[in-house]
C-alpha cells in the first residue's frame, strides 16, 4: 500500500507521542485512516475479502502497537474488519438467491420496489442493533423494508447465466464500495455518539437531583448539558480529580451553562456520597466483562456509591466497547503519568540523593493513569444505542465484532 503508507507512518507517530487526545479523536481518525486503506487498496481477482481484511490487519497491528494503552484503536480496527466480513458474506448469500429470483420475477414486482433502496450487510447489522434501542430512540430510526430491499437486490445481480469476467470485476468493487459505505456510516456513529446519548439525559435526570461526576468527560458534560437545556434543576458535586485536576475545568465550564457546581477534593467523596442521588461518570474503555478502565480514583468513587446503594451510571460512545477482557494479555490496564504532575522537584531535590545500600532511592514517585471498575459495581451503562446493564454488554460486543478478530494480526500464509 504505498500510497497510503505515509499516512499509516505519520498517525503512527502521532500515537506514539500522544499528539491525539481523547478516545473520539482516536477512533475517528483511526477510521477515516482505515477508510483510505480501503481506497487505495488494489483488490485481486480471487479471495477479495480476505485481501482487504489482511491489509486492515497490516495497518492495525501498526497502530496498536504504537499505543496500546488506547483502546479504541483495536476496537474500530476490529470493527472495520467485521464490516469486511459482514459485506463479503451479503454479497455471497445476494449472488446465490438472485439465482432462484430472477427466475420467477415479473416486471410488476420489480417497478414496485424501484423506490427502495439497496441496504448493505453493515446498514442490516446496524438496523437489527437498533431493534434493540429504547422506544425513545426509534424517532432516530429509517423505517425500510428490509426483505423487500434485499429482494430488490437479489434480482438486480442474480444471473442465471453464471457468473462472467465483468461480473466479478463488479461484484469486486461493489464489495470494496460497500465497505467504504460502511466505514463511513461508522465515522457518522462516532460524530453523533453524544447527541445520541445527551437525548437519554432528561430519561435518567430528574428535578432537584444532585449529581457526583469525577473527571472531566465530554459525554458526560454533554449529557449535563443537554439535561440542563431541558430546563431540569439538578446541582453536581465534582471532585477535582488530583494530581491532574481536571474537575476544576469541568466545574468552570459547567457554571459557565448556568449549572450549580459544588467542586469537592477526591477525600471528600465517601463524605459527600450520602447527599448524592446518582454518580455519573465517562469511561476510557468498556470492557467484555461489563469492567469499566476509567480515570484513576473511579473505582473509590464506585465502592463509595456501592456502601450508600447510589446508583453508578456510565455513559460512553459505543466506540469504546471493547471486546477483550481485563485479563487478556492484549489488554494494558494502565500507565504511568510523569512524576512532576505530584511533585515539584526543587522542592524535592534533597531527597533525591537519598538512597538505599543497593543504590536505589529512598523516595519513588507512582503515578497511574486509570482505574479498573468491576461490573458489579456499575448500575447502568448509556451508550448512543441506549441504556444496558453489565450483564447485557457482552450481547451488545458481539454485534460490532467477530470472535477470530479479537487478536489484531496478519494471518499465516503458510
Not at 247 to 263: C, I, R
Not at 359 to 386: A, C, E, I, M, Q
Request: with cysteine; glycine share 6%.
Amino acid at each position: 500500500m504505498p500510497d497510503v503508507q505515509p499516512l499509516v507512518s505519520e498517525f503512527v507517530l502521532k500515537l506514539k507521542r500522544r499528539k491525539v487526545e481523547g478516545s473520539h479523536a482516536v477512533a475517528r481518525q483511526t477510521a477515516e485512516l482505515l477508510r483510505s486503506v480501503v481506497s487505495q487498496h488494489r483488490m485481486g481477482s480471487t479471495n477479495q475479502a480476505a485481501a482487504l481484511a489482511d491489509a486492515i490487519r497490516s495497518v492495525g497491528e501498526q497502530l496498536i502497537s504504537a499505543n496500546p494503552i488506547e483502546l479504541a484503536v483495536g476496537n474500530i480496527v476490529r470493527r472495520v474488519l467485521h464490516i469486511i466480513k459482514e459485506e463479503d458474506i451479503s454479497s455471497t448469500a445476494v449472488g446465490i438467491e438472485g439465482l432462484s429470483v430472477t427466475v420467477d420475477s415479473d416486471d410488476e414486482y420489480d417497478s414496485g420496489n424501484d423506490d427502495h433502496p439497496t441496504l448493505s450487510a453493515a446498514v442490516l447489522a446496524s438496523h437489527a442493533r437498533n431493534a434493540l434501542r429504547a422506544p425513545s430512540l426509534q424517532t432516530l430510526l429509517d423505517d425500510i423494508p428490509v426483505s423487500t430491499a434485499l429482494s430488490r437486490s437479489a434480482s438486480s445481480t442474480g444471473d442465471s447465466d453464471g457468473k462472467t469476467a465483468g461480473d466479478k470485476s463488479l461484484k469486486t468493487r461493489k464489495l470494496k464500495h460497500d465497505v467504504i459505505a460502511a466505514i463511513g456510516d461508522l465515522i457518522e456513529e462516532i460524530d453523533t455518539c453524544y447527541d445520541q446519548i445527551s437525548e437519554q439525559a432528561v430519561e435518567l435526570i430528574h428535578q432537584n437531583e444532585v449529581i457526583l461526576t469525577l473527571g472531566r468527560s465530554r459525554t458526560v458534560k454533554e449529557f449535563l448539558y443537554a439535561a440542563k437545556e431541558k430546563k431540569r434543576s439538578f446541582r453536581v458535586f465534582v471532585a477535582e480529580g488530583s494530581p491532574r485536576y481536571q474537575g476544576h475545568v469541568l466545574a468552570k465550564e459547567l457554571v459557565e451553562k448556568g449549572v450549580q457546581t459544588t467542586v469537592i477534593t477526591d477525600s471528600a467523596i465517601f463524605a459527600m456520597i450520602s447527599r448524592v442521588n446518582m454518580v455519573i461518570v465517562g469511561a476510557h474503555a468498556i470492557m467484555a466483562n461489563g469492567g469499566v478502565i476509567a480515570p484513576v480514583g473511579m473505582n473509590m468513587v464506585a465502592l463509595a456509591a456501592q456502601k450508600h446503594a447510589v446508583p453508578f451510571v456510565v455513559v460512553a460512545g459505543s466506540h469504546k466497547l471493547c471486546p477483550l477482557y481485563p485479563h487478556n494479555p492484549e489488554v494494558l490496564l494502565n500507565e504511568l503519568k510523569s512524576p512532576s504532575d505530584l511533585l515539584d522537584f526543587g522542592e524535592f531535590s534533597n531527597c533525591m540523593n537519598f538512597s538505599t545500600q543497593d543504590g536505589t532511592p529512598l523516595l519513588n514517585v507512582v503515578n497511574p493513569t486509570f482505574d479498573y471498575v468491576p461490573p458489579k459495581l456499575v448500575s447502568l451503562f448509556v451508550t448512543d444505542t441506549g441504556g444496558h446493564s453489565p450483564s447485557y454488554m457482552y450481547r451488545l460486543i458481539s454485534e460490532y465484532y467477530s470472535a477470530d478478530d479479537l487478536v489484531v494480526q496478519r494471518k499465516s500464509t503458510s
